[in-house]
């Protein structure tokens, strides 16, 4: 894994953005989503349109509560379609914010019920997309807070580390849970990445129910974008 590096990327990005947060994130600062627009569907990297625009995508396994968490941080509810049937999404799907970046929504992973080849289709697009799109400037993994870690989620961050590609994690459905469970959760996921990682992405515990994490994950966005070079 390519740790050290991806580390220092970790540090810095933190850093700077703590920097910034303290220098200049008055209200007035707050991104707002004056635009949330759905632009189009595409099945491998090589057809993603060349925008300008840096990119900021989601993932997580089927049914974490990817697309309510989109809804939620555009505050647009019916923008990614919030279905009870896990696997449907399954294309690069990328919408434009404010006309200032993109946000992607990339297919669910580790759906048992989608057939074995169908499975190696949706993770060489996945992967097409993470290892080979220059845009791509940070990755929400989304983990689910009602269950202790799972290996396929932990083998996914992991392989993030060693393609290389900066990324927070971002805690789903925390009012389903007891506080006390909530934590656990939490830590033992941290704790189970410190066994591979010397240090830790940014995380954000989130809610879509009640917008928890909303402005955290916008500031953070914000912070980043401000950070790259124009
Ligand atoms: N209580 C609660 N339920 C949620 C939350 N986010 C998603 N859900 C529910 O979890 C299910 C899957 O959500 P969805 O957004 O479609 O997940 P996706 O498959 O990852 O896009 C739906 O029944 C949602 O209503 C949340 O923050 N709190
Ligand atoms: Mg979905």
């Not at 410190?194 to 830790?200: I, Y």
Request: a positive charge; aromatic letters at 10%.
């Amino acid at each position: 894994m390519r740790g050290p590096g991806r580390n220092d990327f970790f540090d810095g990005i933190t850093k700077l953005a703590g920097l910034l947060a303290a220098m200049c994130l008055t209200k007035g600062n707050r991104m707002d989503i004056k635009k949330a627009e759905f632009v189009s569907s595409f099945t491998a990297e090589s057809h993603c349109p060349k925008t300008g625009l840096p990119e900021f995508a989601f993932i997580g396994r089927s049914n974490v509560g990817k697309s309510s968490l989109i809804n939620m941080l555009t505050a647009r509810n019916g923008l990614a379609k919030v279905s009870g049937t896990p696997g449907k999404t399954q294309l690069l799907n990328f919408f434009n914010i404010n006309d200032r970046w993109y946000l992607v929504d990339l297919p669910g992973y580790g759906y048992a019920k989608v057939s074995k080849s169908q499975q190696k289709t949706l993770a060489a697009m996945i992967e097409g997309y993470l290892i080979r799109r220059a845009p791509l400037v940070l990755v929400f993994v989304l983990i689910d807070s009602n269950v202790p870690p799972t290996a396929i989620d932990l083998e996914f961050v992991n392989r993030l580390g060693e393609f290389g590609v900066p990324f927070a994690l971002a805690f789903t459905k925390t009012d389903r849970q007891k506080k006390g469970v909530l934590d656990n959760n939490v830590e033992a996921f941290l704790e189970a990445m410190r066994e591979t990682w010397e240090s830790l992405p940014p995380h954000f515990i989130t809610s879509s129910k009640y917008s928890t994490g909303r402005e955290e994950i916008l500031d953070y966005i914000q912070q980043v974008l401000k950070s790259l070079p124009s």
